[in-house]
Nanobody, 124 residues
Framework: QVHLVESGGGLVQAGGSLRLSCAAS????????MGWFRQAPEKEREFVGA????????YYADSVKGRFTNSRDNAKNTVYLQMNSLKPEDTAVYYC?????????????????WGQGTQVTVSL
């Protein structure tokens, strides 16, 4: 069992940065690939980025590539999403999720656990 709690969201001006954290409980955290997803009002949830269990492999949606960076610290049971050059269209509730492998996370087919989400709002 893994319990996920996101933090770090907030209000930021366009061009600014935020770092989201996802803290996990459970001894098996380091065996999971982790992903970030977001959902804007009246839109479907979309994939943002993923990182494998080791932190070596990452994958990003085209809309955030070059601006967002995944990282993880397995000793702290935490995964991070560094978001730079934020745009108003990045405004959404951001969720972290855990899955068996990075491919399953990217495809959204093998997501075993979800956090409660953190709001990110980017103003003009």
């Amino acid at each position: 069992q893994v319990h996920l709690v996101e933090s770090g969201g907030g209000l930021v001006q366009a061009g600014g940065s935020l770092r989201l954290s996802c803290a996990a409980s459970g001894r098996t955290f380091s065996s999971y690939a982790m992903g970030w997803f977001r959902q804007a009002p009246e839109k479907e949830r979309e994939f943002v980025g993923a990182i494998d269990w080791s932190g070596v492999s990452t994958y990003y949606a085209d809309s955030v590539k070059g601006r967002f960076t995944n990282s993880r610290d397995n000793a702290k049971n935490t995964v991070y999403l560094q978001m730079n050059s934020l745009k108003p269209e990045d405004t959404a509730v951001y969720y972290c999720a855990a899955g068996g492998n990075i491919r399953a996370v990217v495809l959204g087919t093998g997501l075993d656990y979800w956090g409660q989400g953190t709001q990110v709002t980017v103003s003009l």
